[in-house]
């Protein structure tokens, strides 16, 4: 299936900086899903977004769709202990219905 | 409240058996799906669902089973013909139509020995 690129694999980090990632890809993507997923437990939507360009902000994140429609990023500011988990990406294709396409996730560690 | 819900969340059973995970939704959602996850890995497609008595097959379909013979439910069978069964598994549920916000159920951790 179509391949989506996640990075940073994985990240560790102080209390209080900010945290940056990407998902990018060689096709086009009509939707753009972020969520974060804790330990045993199922993924949680963040943010989605839906018109290229599109800036989009919850609380301390904030998500945008690329202009190129090839790539989304996800910024966390000021992170503390609790943003610690996976954050995943998905995408959905301009030819897939509504199947999505997920990134291999990002693991963050967040040091108090 | 409404949600999601898979049972048990963590299932046992010998090699060789099939078993069924549970998911129910109440958010009158159309469309469903499973995924399957592995440590360190995304999520994988196995089947979805996005309207009663009809479904398809995902990316790794082999060795599962589905059936939706209710809009709020979605249980998926895991075979003995499928190779490497222990994993944990996520069903998930969106509205339909322009909607593609996938909702997450709490997952159920299937280890086969």
């Known amino acids: 299936g179509q391949q989506l690129n996640q990075s940073p694999q994985s990240m560790f980090i102080q209390e209080g900086e900010d945290v940056s990632m990407n998902c990018t890809s060689s096709?086009?993507?009509?939707?753009w899903l972020w969520y974060k997923q804790d330990p045993g437990e199922g993924p949680v939507l963040l943010i989605a977004l839906y018109k290229a360009g599109e800036l989009t902000s919850n609380g301390r994140l904030t998500a945008q769709f690329g202009i190129t429609r090839k790539d989304s990023f996800l910024n966390i500011s000021a992170s503390i202990p609790s943003d610690v988990g996976i954050y995943f990406c998905?995408?959905?294709?301009?030819?897939?219905?509504?199947?999505?396409?997920f990134g291999e996730g990002t693991q963050l560690t967040v040091n108090p | 409240d409404g949600g999601i819900t898979q049972s048990p969340k963590y299932l046992f059973r010998k090699e060789g058996q099939n078993v069924t995970l549970s998911c129910e939704q109440n958010l009158n959602h159309d469309a469903m799906y499973w995924y399957r996850q592995d440590p360190g890995q995304g999520l994988r497609l196995i089947y979805y669902?996005?309207?009663?008595?009809?479904?398809q097959k995902g990316d790794i379909a082999e060795g599962y089973s589905v059936s939706r013979e209710k809009k709020e439910s979605f249980p998926l069978t895991v075979t003995s013909a499928q190779k490497n069964p222990t994993a944990f598994y996520l069903c998930?549920?969106?509205?339909?139509?322009?909607?593609?916000?996938?909702?997450f159920g709490p997952g159920t951790r299937l280890t086969v020995t």
């Open positions: 998930a549920s969106t509205p339909g139509g322009t909607i593609y916000e996938q909702y």
């Open positions: 096709s086009i993507f009509n939707t």
């Open positions: 669902s996005q309207i009663v008595n009809d479904f």
């Open positions: 998905a995408g959905l294709l301009e030819t897939s219905g509504s199947r999505l396409t």
